[in-house]
């Protein structure tokens, strides 16, 4: 048995390419675990980090690399297009192997823990984490964003789960939970009209009536001069890949638009890729043991 | 690294179950083996074992085991529905990870010398490993089955590349190669008339024009009372299964007929179905790297 939990952390810095070596610097050359991507965007001005580990290898990192964010980052002095409540944003803990969700709540746990003791930082816990149900929801947390958040901190309700019970002067607020894997899944659209990745977006998402599990907006590609319908599958074992994307193409009908392709950001569970070759070959009895996989080991 | 070769040997006993047992014994519990599958065919009186290990390891046991088979089978006495030439009728080695076709290819003729020598038994190398182009096609080398391969192997041209000229008496001849993984992929098709999957099957197959890496044939579903096109992707790199799915189903329209369903037996490289879930669904840009595998190790 070799437990293994993903995360993927968002610090708050996608421009200056000193700091962010220094922020993901504890995941790299340790036994136990493997950075697997860093993205970095300047318009964001928001890094993403994906990395897996054992989860007493992943929790030591994580904690080490929030320290070298803090200390790097000033939100007072942050400017970007992703709204953002902390130098630290949110740190979700994912289960992949081996380990059940449960665990993974009791390990983000023991990092917001350690974390708001060591820096001095109020931590909400979210997501499968969340101590209360509407805390569940990163939005809801994140509302009013670094600059609300001294204000809305004074009410009660808004006390953090962990941490002083005001905001880390240049650190904000810290989101931490366990959740599902999320899979990023965009599909683009051959119109520049926003409204209508937007009306898309609103028949395909839960919130507006859609399916279960997808989150969805639209977003303008600026350099492609089109739109696309910006997904997460907030749980692939649930609502499949293949349905959003045909959901969406029929969507798309009403408005004369085609769909001309999709992406997927980041990581995604070979499970959600099998399942869609699987529905589109309409293959019976199909079993994920028959997969013989890129990366296996005797 | 951690080089991995995968073996599908096929062996002529597909009834005896104390014979099969002996056979596969040599893959059980070994280091550096993993036995994946064995599938028994009572009607064709087959056993097709997939198994994966590395090189030393998998050479020593598919030796052994070609010993078992080799003591326990008697062709003399061998009836079935599939053509077969020895009791060990033919050992294919696959490249799975990080190892070259080059090296699968010195690994079959180190098994063949190896058995031959041991069991005095005729081996033809046959796919990467041939030692001439006509001998590349299994079923070149197996036309005329163990009935009539005494009297082929008296013409120079099929003397076999290891071991004595002529047939051992009761295990008949072995064919020893490499080869690409090869993917068994079966289309279902709602009509119980067998001239149709046959014919759509000669539009899809490389022989008759249809795609390089395919081969094709109609099969009777006795059951269900339908029939299937019968694929064997031997290159599924260069030939992609979607290719062949959506090329039968364009094929089956003139019959006016549907694809109801399709099967894959045994393995599948992870990659092929990725490739045809990027296919369906549009993905740019995406990379096998990007997928969390199942059984992933840190």
Redesign the interface.
């Known amino acids: 048995m070799?437990k293994?939990l993903?995360c993927v952390p968002n610090f708050s810095e996608g421009r200056n390419r000193e700091n962010i070596a220094k922020i993901i610097a504890p995941f790299k050359d340790k036994a136990?675990?493997?950075l697997?991507?860093t993205q970095r965007d300047e318009d964001h001005n928001r890094l993403v980090v994906t990395v897996?580990?054992?989860p007493e290898a992943l929790k030591t990192a994580m904690i080490e690399a929030m320290g070298e964010a803090i200390a790097v980052i000033d939100l007072r002095r942050h400017q970007g297009q992703h709204p953002r409540m902390g130098a630290v944003d949110v740190v979700p803990f994912i289960p992949?192997?081996d380990i059940t969700m449960a665990e993974a709540v009791d390990i983000s746990k023991a990092v917001a823990a350690e974390a708001s003791r060591q820096y001095n930082l109020p931590v909400f816990l979210y997501e499968a984490s969340a101590s209360r149900p509407e805390r569940r929801n990163l939005a809801a947390i994140r509302k009013g964003q670094f600059e609300g958040m001294a204000e809305k901190m004074k009410a009660p309700e808004w006390m953090p789960d962990y941490g002083p019970p005001e905001i880390h002067p240049s650190a904000g607020v810290t989101a931490v939970g366990a959740r599902m894997?999320l899979v990023a899944f965009n599909v683009?659209l051959d119109t520049d009209r926003l409204d209508i990745a937007d009306g898309i977006a609103r028949r395909a998402r839960h919130i507006n009536g859609g399916l279960r599990y997808c989150k969805a907006m639209g977003v303008r590609l600026q350099d492609r001069g089109i739109v696309q319908v910006s997904i997460n599958m907030t749980d692939y074992t649930q609502t499949a890949?293949?349905q959003a994307?045909e959901l969406i193409r029929i969507e798309a009908r009403r408005y004369g638009v085609n769909?001309?392709?999709?992406?997927?950001v980041?990581?995604?569970?070979?499970?959600a890729?099998?399942d869609?070759?699987?529905y589109?070959?309409?293959?019976?009895?199909?079993s994920?043991e028959?997969?013989?996989?890129?990366?296996?080991?005797?």
């Not at 980041?266 to 499970?271: E, I, K, N, T």
């Not at 589109?280 to 199909?286: I, K, P, R, V």
């Open positions: 070799n293994i993903e136990g675990i493997r697997l991507d897996i580990g054992t992949v192997k894997p683009n890949l293949y994307f769909v001309v392709g999709s992406e997927i980041g990581l995604v569970p070979m499970a890729l099998v869609t070759a699987a589109y070959l309409g293959l019976e009895d199909f994920a028959q997969v013989l996989e890129t990366r296996l080991e005797i």
